[in-house]
Structure formats: structure tokens, C-alpha cells
């Protein structure tokens, strides 16, 4: 019986590719450039099955030209906003993703630019590598102490639960808000707000792991940004629209966010060049979940969603 055909679009894990050669046909894209909605559409006539990045988009226009043959996008991905789910269901095609192994190197990372924002790491490296160090004083570099500080989290899913885990060993007073209160076990002493504006008002801290849909565009506009106490810290590992970006600016240019940690933009690949000149912004190219481990455990369970539907099964993370 010969193997279903897949098509891997971006570079995988050498084991996750190892693994797919083994169980699979696979077409892979040595190239490592995103697909395009063109390729998206040609290859549906040539695959089974399709492991996608969040770099390659199926809108409600793509999908409506794809082939019958294509009857599973496994996303290698826990996001799912570059796939129009309800025009993708209604196509017949199943649609899944990889949650539960990404949170704690996404947590990680967050961890990471919430203290390198609040403690100067971007002017203090530039400092050190231009060789203008030539100065101290008690005033130099002087950042914002994480320890007993208020941690306000939006989103209180895998990775939002396992960055306040993080950020308990650091000794702060963690608050979230979430569409719905979490269990006394999994709130850990977290104190819940029911309201965003409640949660914005107690942030020294505010880190975003909430998805990108609809209703969180924008999440982070000129108005709830006024409603962090002034010199707050903003973080986000989430997608790059939850925030405002010209609020953004406005606001660090006015002082009231002190700084500010950001691993997604709305523009991606590239980023958001008005950041560029600020010392109290640190970034990062949407690198949240590239480590080793996760990368790995990534392609596997894309793999495995692809199994068990090729098994006549349900897959196990289905949408």
C-alpha cells in the first residue's frame, strides 16, 4: 500500500524530518521560504496531507481553491489565526495544531525580555560592545526591580500558566485576567480580575499570551496602555497585533511605559522599525518556542495528528 503524500512546507527538526521520510512521501521546501497562497493552492492537488507554519496563510480565498485531494493541515504551530478554520471545516479538511509543548520555552523567552527590558540589557550591551563603558555612578543604568512587583498576565492558558510559574521564583505578586477563571489548583494563588482594566490597573508588569482573534486586535490601544500604572514594563510573546503599535511608541515617547519586551510585531518577517532606536525596547524575531526540545516536539506531534487521522482516527489535537 504506498504512503500518503505529504507536503512539509518550511524546515522541520532534522528528527521531525527523519521521522516524516520514514512514515511518509514527503515533498519538503529545501528552500525554507514561506508559501505562497499560488503554492499553497498547487500543492493541494499533489498532497494528502500538509504541515504549515504560521508563514503560510489559508484565507477563506485560498481555501476555496484547494483540490479535494488535500484532506488534513497539520499546523505545526499552536496558533491557528493563518487559517481560516470555518472555511477549512466546511471544505471537508481537518485542521489541527500543537498545543501543551510550547509554553515553557515560550515562557522562557518571555521571562527573558521582561527582564531585559526592566533592567537596561539592550543600552548595557551596546554600551559594553561599542567600548564607550568609561563611567559608573549609583544613577547609571538604574532598572526596575522584578522581585515583589505586580504581574499582571493576559491570557491564561499553557504558556500564560507556565510563565507565571517562572515568574513566582522571582517573588512577584501575580494577577491575571482570562475568558474564564482557572481552577484554585491551576490559579496557584494567582489573584483573578474579571475585567482587563481591573487587571491593567495593578501592573507593574504586563505580559500578553493571549491568541490573536477578532476581538484581541489591537487589544493593547492607547487607552488601556494610559491605564498601566506610569514606568510599567509591557511584554509580549503572544502575536504582534494584540498591540498598537503607534500607541506604543506614543506612549514610551511620553514615558508612561518604561519599556518594553517584544518577540512579535504586526509586520513579520521585519519587525516594526520606529522600536529600532529605543534602548528600553528589547526584541526578538518571534523565536518564542526555538529551542531544541520544542522544535522536536513540535514536529512529532504534528506527526502525530497526521497518524492517527491516516489510521481512520481522530486526530488527537483536532480544531
Known amino acids: 500500500m504506498s504512503k500518503p503524500v505529504i507536503w512539509i512546507t518550511r524546515t522541520l527538526s532534522n528528527a521531525t524530518l527523519e521521522r516524516a521520510r520514514r512514515d511518509y512521501e514527503v515533498i519538503w521546501n529545501a528552500a525554507d521560504t514561506p508559501g505562497s497562497a499560488e503554492d499553497i493552492i ?17 484565507s477563506a480565498d485560498v481555501v476555496a481553491q484547494l483540490d479535494p485531494r488535500l484532506k488534513i493541515v497539520a499546523n505545526h504551530s499552536v496558533g491557528v489565526d493563518h487559517c481560516d478554520l470555518d ?18 520555552a515560550t515562557a522562557e523567552l518571555a521571562m527573558m525580555l521582561m527582564l531585559g527590558a526592566a533592567r ?29 512587583a505586580r504581574l499582571g498576565i493576559v491570557g491564561m492558558g499553557g504558556v500564560g500558566r507556565a510563565f507565571a510559574r517562572k515568574a513566582r521564583g ?18 496557584a494563588g494567582a489573584i483573578y480580575h474579571e475585567t482587563l482594566e481591573s487587571l491593567l490597573a495593578v501592573s507593574d508588569f504586563l505580559s500578553l499570551h493571549c491568541p490573536a482573534t477578532p476581538e484581541t486586535v489591537g487589544l493593547m490601544n492607547a ?44 509586520t513579520e518577517p521585519g519587525g516594526n522599525p520606529a ?36 489510521r481512520g482516527e481522530s486526530p488527537p489535537n483536532a480544531l
Open 87 to 104: 472555511a477549512l471545516r466546511g471544505k471537508g479538511i481537518v485542521v489541527t495544531n500543537t498545543p501543551d509543548v510550547l509554553s515553557d
Open 275 to 310: 522600536f529600532a532606536s529605543y534602548d528600553n525596547v528589547m526584541m526578538m524575531p518571534h523565536v518564542g518556542s526555538a529551542t531544541v526540545q520544542t522544535r522536536d516536539a513540535m514536529g512529532f506531534k504534528a506527526l502525530d495528528n497526521l497518524d492517527a487521522f491516516f
Open 42 to 58: 498547487r500543492m493541494s492537488a499533489s498532497v494528502d496531507g500538509i504541515i504549515p507554519c504560521h508563514s503560510e496563510h489559508f
Open 170 to 187: 522571582f517573588d512577584m505578586e501575580i494577577h491575571y485576567h482570562n475568558r474564564s477563571r482557572l481552577s484554585p489548583k491551576d490559579e
Open 120 to 148: 537596561n540589557a539592550v543600552a548595557g550591551d551596546r554600551t559594553v560592545r561599542s567600548g564607550t563603558w568609561d563611567f559608573w555612578s549609583p544613577a547609571f543604568l538604574v532598572g526596575k526591580q522584578l522581585t515583589g
Open 223 to 266: 487607552d488601556r496602555l494610559a491605564q498601566l500604572p506610569k514606568g510599567a514594563v509591557l511584554v509580549n510573546t503572544g502575536r504582534g497585533n494584540l498591540i498598537d503599535e503607534a500607541a506604543l511608541v506614543d506612549a514610551l515617547d511620553a514615558g508612561h511605559i518604561g519599556a518594553a519586551g517584544l518577540d512579535c510585531f504586526v
